[in-house]
């Protein structure tokens, strides 16, 4: 499965639960990954499950969700069920190698 | 002269880390097989033994005029092989997929190919009427050395505050961050290095000058020599206080 397929994922649920259009779906979830260090198109599920879990709950707040839980907790089920494919080498990977961590990226 | 000196054991020591290194890092490219080790091992090499080993040794047996000049050329030539081992390095790990950076690479390889071949050349022919310093091959190479740290610098500075935002989440490892952040110091003061030097070279020599040059290249020497210590050969106290804090 491609890294990118959780961010798709999120953001059609969100658009779903939440009743915003794509372009806010999308743009939300786009402002949750980069205030965590993450980039859509190299997202994995666990990581994108902890977003929504940690970081999601106060962009929706920001956007008048007054109870974002149920949404957010939906979107963390459905991405944690996702399987992750061993992607190729990122930038934390490949440092974690050179230090002698073995390229497990936590 | 006492800062002379100093500055001197700097950059030797940056010599035998960077050469420690180089070691380690193609040790783990012959088991694991993979581009990014293989060619930081052999960039950390050509710069840190051969290029700045070799200038070194030039500057002390002779000047250019002399039999130091096949070793002047040989530090310039792995110098620059060096430098573009560190670009293609950075273009792998932080842009393989840019379409925009593959082509700047190749263009800035390709001039600094050229530009060392050509200066190689004439510093084993002779330089001639026209000093070292006002030759063009000498400005591309000075500029495409600080162009590919610089990138390579920005580059991790900018991966190193995406992990400290993962961190705070869980998300990242802290001695991988830790790394991303004192690459990123290596890079900033090999820039810092470079630009002094060559600001000095273009300047003339005066007694403050030389001394503020001596100042700045222990500064960015000794930095660069711990940062890649600590990053790529870190001592086991040193990962205990990371896996502490994890």
């Known amino acids: ?106 | 002269m006492t800062l002379a000196i100093v500055a001197g054991i700097a950059n030797l020591v940056f010599v035998g880390v960077g050469t420690l290194v180089g070691v380690r890092l193609l040790v783990l490219a012959s088991r694991t097989r993979e581009l990014p080790e293989t060619m930081l091992g052999f960039s950390l090499l050509l710069v840190s033994t051969l290029g700045v080993g070799m200038l070194a040794l030039a500057a002390m047996v002779g000047t250019p005029e002399d039999p130091s000049r096949p070793l002047a050329a040989i530090g310039t030539g792995a110098l620059a092989w060096g430098w573009i081992l560190t670009a293609e390095f950075t273009r792998r790990v932080f842009r393989p997929h840019s379409p925009v950076a593959c082509v700047a690479s190749a263009l800035s390889v390709a001039a600094l190919a050229i530009a060392s071949a050509s200066y190689i050349l004439s510093v084993l022919g002779g330089i001639g009427a026209v000093g070292i310093t006002e030759r063009w091959e000498w400005v591309v190479i000075r500029l495409c050395a600080l162009g590919f740290y610089g990138w390579c610098g920005i580059e991790s500075f900018r991966y190193w505050r995406m992990l400290e935002k993962r961190l705070a989440l869980g998300l990242a490892d802290p001695i991988v961050t830790n790394r991303l952040f004192l690459w990123t110091a290596v890079m900033a003061c090999s820039v810092l290095n470079l630009a002094v030097s060559w600001a000095a070279t273009v300047a003339g020599a005066s007694p403050v000058l030389e001394a503020g040059v001596n100042l700045l290249t222990l500064v960015a020497g000794t930095t660069c020599a711990l940062g890649l210590y600590l990053a790529f050969l870190p001592p086991a106290a040193f990962v205990r206080r990371f896996q502490r804090a994890a």
């Open chain 1, 1 to 106: 499965m491609a890294a990118n397929d959780a961010f798709e994922t999120a953001c059609t649920l969100l658009e779903r639960e939440a009743g915003f259009d794509r372009l806010s779906a999308r743009g939300t979830i786009r402002i949750a990954l980069r205030e965590s260090g993450l980039e859509a198109a190299a997202v994995t599920p666990q990581q994108m499950q902890v977003v929504a879990q940690r970081v999601l709950p106060k962009e929706l707040a920001a956007r008048g969700i007054r109870e974002p839980g149920p949404i957010v907790a939906k979107i963390a089920t459905q991405v944690a069920a996702m399987s992750s494919a061993a992607g190729a080498d990122t930038p934390e990977s490949v440092f974690a190698r050179l230090g002698g961590d073995g390229g497990r990226p936590a």
